[in-house]
């Protein structure tokens, strides 16, 4: 199937079109409303050498927040409350941590200039959410992403000290689940997330999750 090249009409093709690696679209912009239209479909951007490429996987990861896996250390480190929990206490800070950390494999970040200025309107109109962690009041890790509806769409997260990201992570959708959260979005298959309980879906079965959550 080809490849839809985007332009100013605010608008996304069927994600059944997408390509079997999940690429549907690219070009368009990052304009609130476009980046609003893109989560409510099941449609994700990432950057590639300059390229906004717009993504729908099949199959999806996604983790329920009823199903949350905490093993043993993290109970351990919870329940000595080994970090402080804030949310949208340093959301700059933590895109910036997530855009110039350095992870195994990977030689670039999705997180562009412009990723990361879209994203922070974003976060002032109120749909960009960060959750971070503290040591000594020294920020050690944390996450962000899109929160709309019942669904939480993940973006990235960051550690400077073992388990960080994780004690983030499961004090965060603890939170999101007390307050009637249906669904986060992992987006693509990590090691990390499979062991909190996250587990893939098809493509079909996430639109309809995630259409419950509107």
Not at 129 to 150: F, P, T
Request: net charge negative; glycine share 8%; aromatic share 12%.
């Amino acid at each position: 199937m080809p490849v839809f090249v985007l332009d100013e009409e605010l608008s996304f093709p069927p994600v059944h079109l997408a390509e079997p690696n999940g690429l549907l679209a690219i070009g368009g912009d990052l304009s609130p409303e476009r980046l609003i239209l893109a989560y409510k479909n099941g449609i994700f951007p990432w950057y590639d050498e300059g390229d906004i490429l717009w993504w729908s996987p099949d199959p999806r990861f996604i983790l329920r927040p009823g199903e949350l896996k905490v093993s043993k250390t993290m109970q351990q480190l919870l329940k000595k409350k080994a970090f402080e929990f804030t949310v949208n206490k340093a959301f700059n800070e933590v895109i910036s941590n997530c855009r110039s950390i350095v992870r195994p494999g990977q030689t670039s970040t999705w997180i562009t200039r412009d990723v990361e200025e879209a994203y922070t309107i974003l976060h002032e109109n109120g749909l960009a959410v960060s959750a971070e962690v503290w040591l000594n009041e020294k920020l050690s890790g944390g996450l962000y992403g899109i929160r709309m509806g019942r669904a939480f769409f993940g973006e990235s997260m960051f550690s400077n000290l073992p388990n960080a990201s994780k004690f983030a992570l499961i004090n965060f959708i603890r939170l999101l689940q007390n307050e009637g959260l249906m669904l986060i979005d992992c987006q693509v298959y990590t090691k990390h997330l499979e062991s909190l309980g996250a587990k893939m879906v098809s493509r079909s079965e996430f639109i309809l999750l995630l259409n419950e959550c509107f």
